[in-house]
């Protein structure tokens, strides 16, 4: 189904939804295997008032799409999306950066294992983006992130009106569009806007403490499509 018939109002993420939309960021986090590799660790995440912390931090990192104006939501933040088209940043983008990466420390205090993690799924990311579209292919592509909506409103067509959005946007600057699947109920929905399994990779299948199976990364492509063009 393309959500692109609804008419729902598309807005740039303000500062006045942030605090909803960190909600919606945050409940789509708990469903996201990804997210669970993150965190999931024996050490664990054990923080008095730990949910509190982490919707905090989330706003921070919203915050950070308002100022960047990567952010595009329905619904004063029920839905969300951010568009990352590869500007350079600007030095408030890297102070910013800084200031996110002090916020993590003191509000998430992630453990050695959670950020070997990280490190292990950054350096992932890398190797497939280069594998796929060359050393410096991705920097003409716009990359499509965090897309979420609120449970309470999903299969209601928001997301599927963002993504739409996002990729008449790319068209209009004749740039193609790539994106993180972690989900694999969510293929589906991506094959329908356009977007299609380019490559795949395991989180996890070196790793002695995590018990589970390894997580499946796959990357997912939608090329320019000059018909879209306005
Ligand atoms: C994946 C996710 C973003 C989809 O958001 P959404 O707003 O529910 O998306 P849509 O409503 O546009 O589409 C979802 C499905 O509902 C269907 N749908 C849309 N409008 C509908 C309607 N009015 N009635 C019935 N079904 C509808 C769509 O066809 C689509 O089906 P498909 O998956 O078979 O393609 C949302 O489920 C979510 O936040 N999940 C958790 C976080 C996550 O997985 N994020 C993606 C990271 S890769």
Redesign the pocket.
């Known amino acids: ?1 393309s ?1 692109g018939v ?1 008419e729902l109002e598309k807005d740039a993420l303000r500062w006045s939804d942030v605090w909803r939309a960190s909600s ?1 960021l945050q ?3 708990h ?2 295997t990804f997210y669970a590799y993150l965190h999931e660790t024996p050490a664990g995440w054990h923080l008095p008032f730990r949910h509190l912390r982490e919707r905090i931090f989330f706003w921070f990192v919203l915050a950070f799409w308002v100022h960047r104006k990567t952010g595009y939501t329905i619904g004063n933040g029920l ?1 969300l999306v951010s568009l990352d088209s590869g500007r350079a940043k600007r030095l408030s983008d890297k102070i910013w950066g800084v200031f996110l990466g002090i916020a993590e420390k003191m509000l998430c205090a992630p453990s050695k294992e959670q950020i070997r993690r990280a490190q292990e799924y950054k350096i992932l990311k890398g190797c497939l983006l280069r594998e796929s579209f060359g050393e410096d292919g991705k920097d003409s592509m716009i990359l499509l992130d ?6 309470s ?11 739409d959005y996002v990729s008449r946007q790319a068209d209009n600057e004749r740039r193609s569009t790539y ?5 694999p ?2 293929t ?6 356009g977007y299609h399994e380019v490559a795949v990779a395991f989180l996890g299948d070196s790793n002695p403490v995590w018990k589970k199976p390894p997580v499946r990364c796959p990357l997912f492509c939608r090329k320019y499509n000059s018909d879209t063009n306005t």
Not at 153 to 163: F, I, K
Not at 188 to 193: I, K, M, Q, R, S
């Open positions: 189904m959500s609804l919606t409940l789509s986090a469903s996201d839905a965090s897309l979420a909506t609120h449970p409103v999903r299969r209601q067509g928001y997301c599927g009106a963002l993504v994106l993180w699947s972690s989900n109920t969510n589906e929905f991506y094959n329908n806007h």
